[in-house]
């Protein structure tokens, strides 16, 4: 019985060793590390100024291969905008549309319009991507497990070619050509890094880090990925204050009924 005890201990120790040996050689993506962002929790908001921001980032990065179809121009009114500033962003964009013969055309965009795709189609995305289309960002926040966080990660989360360990380039097959990325699964990613530092001019002022870049676009994308959430969440406090002072209410009227009954 004890030998037996003792072979079934050696072997559970082997198949663990394996198995810590294949998950090795297989690699893991690390967790992206947790940021505070301004709209978590109960009572958060949107940073309008980061998602002013990050509107930029996208407009002046972003937008030229990914798509945000589900939001129009107009809505960039929520973020803190003004209607005559909208307009002034979106002044040099045309969208396509047909004329009163029903011949396409591209007219300048207007308020109503939703953001301008970058290509015709998806096949189209996937020719001038190296056969892969581009996500569309419109609810990327809230698909990616991780959230907020993986996103702000991703961004950051390049590593050059020149430094990486010989371990790495040998685990995934690394080339000078591939994209690697420390929290993207499997590594090695088709993006490019999108952002650098001084890859836009802020026209607040703001330095123009890397981080920084990362930070706004992720809360632009949070808010495009919720554009209702602040809404939401002040329906949710008003709806609780209410069920509170029904629960204070019907407990004065129990205790004005029963009154005389004890």
Request: net charge neutral; hydrophobic share 40%.
């Amino acid at each position: 019985m004890r030998r037996l005890i003792v072979s079934g201990a050696i072997a559970l120790a082997a198949l663990v060793a394996g198995a810590g040996a294949v998950a090795i050689a297989a690699g893991t993506e690390a967790h992206p590390p947790h940021r505070h962002w301004h709209f978590q929790g109960p009572f958060g908001t949107y940073d309008r100024a980061a998602a002013q921001r990050g509107y930029q980032v996208y407009a002046e990065v972003c937008s030229a291969c990914h798509s945000l179809s589900l939001l129009a121009y107009r809505n960039l009114i929520e973020i803190g905008l003004t209607e005559n500033q909208v307009k002034g962003l979106i002044k040099d964009i045309t969208v396509p549309d047909l004329n009163d013969d029903g011949q396409p055309i591209d007219r300048p965009a207007r308020l109503s319009d939703r953001f301008r795709k970058p290509f015709p189609n998806e096949l189209a995305a996937a020719a001038a991507n190296n056969g892969k289309a581009p996500p569309d960002l419109s609810v990327i926040v809230k698909a990616r497990e991780g959230g907020a966080d993986y996103i702000y990660a991703l961004l950051t989360g390049y590593v050059p070619f020149d430094k990486l360990t010989p371990a790495q380039i040998k685990e995934l097959n690394v080339v000078k050509d591939d994209n690697y990325n420390t929290y993207f699964p499997g590594h090695r990613i088709a993006m490019a890094p999108p952002l650098s530092d001084d890859k836009v001019t802020y026209v607040d002022g703001t330095k123009s880090t890397l981080d920084q870049q990362a930070s706004d676009v992720t809360e632009f994308l949070a808010w495009a990925s919720e554009p209702w959430m602040e809404n939401r969440k002040r329906t949710g406090v008003r709806v609780i204050l209410f069920l509170l002072a029904l629960a204070g209410l019907m407990y004065a009227v129990k205790r004005q009924v029963w009154a005389n009954k004890h």
